[in-house]
């Protein structure tokens, strides 16, 4: 039962234009969301998060917005840039959990030239 | 300032062995963590700790063992490694509940 689904296995995006990176929770019990980026042979890096009580959050070029009725949120990217080339997982947790995070299965975003 | 650091980054191991996986963390973090990463289902808790001589099961558990004697460090037994265990080990950790977890480079297990 994946209860944090990323639908796109991946996305490329030019170089200036934005990139949107999608994710679908099916627990009514998270309440804090995260975005992490990967690149090859390294551990997953933050990049940027967002609570339950919010529905936007914004950092730099990233933002990421989250739709609480439609258990959606989104992370953009703008303007993308070559170094963004990466995959980014979705991860969210409920209250009260020790912070355990349920992580979608990554989408593998290509910023091209 | 290291953050956190797995060892070994690369071990090939045969069916039936043994081995511990060896996490340090030098933030002084409350919260470790074992996930593994295997290709299409992203990262699985195996078991996780809330603090010195504390753990606890994650989503994955089986066949594996842990064990946080001090607080900067977790460590992540097999005791009898099957192919199945074959993935990516990521250590993480937290300084307390709700905040962002740092991660480690990863470990690249083979059972043969």
């Known amino acids: 039962d994946q209860q944090v689904k990323q639908n796109s296995p991946s996305l490329s995006v030019q170089e200036g234009r934005i990139s949107i990176l999608n994710c679908d929770y099916t627990n009514s019990m998270f309440d804090y969301f995260l975005w992490y980026k990967k690149y090859p042979a390294e551990g997953p890096t933050f990049l940027i998060s967002i609570s339950s009580i919010k529905d936007k959050n914004e950092d730099g070029r990233f933002t990421v917005f989250l739709n609480k009725s439609a258990k959606h949120l989104s992370l953009h990217i703008v303007p993308s840039q070559p170094g963004d080339s990466a995959v980014y997982f979705c991860?969210?947790?409920?209250?009260?959990?020790?912070?355990?995070?349920?992580f979608g299965t990554g989408t593998r975003l290509q910023v091209t030239l | 300032n290291a953050g956190v650091t797995q060892t070994p980054k690369f071990r090939v191991l045969k069916t039936g062995q043994s081995m511990t996986l060896l996490c340090a963390q030098d933030m002084n973090h409350e919260y470790m963590y074992w996930y593994r990463q295997d290709p299409g289902m992203g990262l699985r808790l195996i078991h996780y700790s809330v603090g010195e001589g504390t753990t606890a099961k994650g989503e994955v558990p089986d066949g594996y063992n842990v064990s946080r004697l001090k607080k900067q460090n977790f460590l992540l037994g097999l005791e009898s490694a099957a192919p199945s265990q074959t993935s990516v080990y990521f250590c993480?950790?937290?300084?307390?509940?709700?905040?962002?977890?740092?991660f480690g480079q990863g470990t690249r297990l083979t059972v043969v």
């Open positions: 993480a950790s937290t300084l307390r509940q709700g905040a962002r977890a740092f």
């Open positions: 991860a969210a947790s409920p209250t009260g959990t020790a912070s355990k995070l349920t």
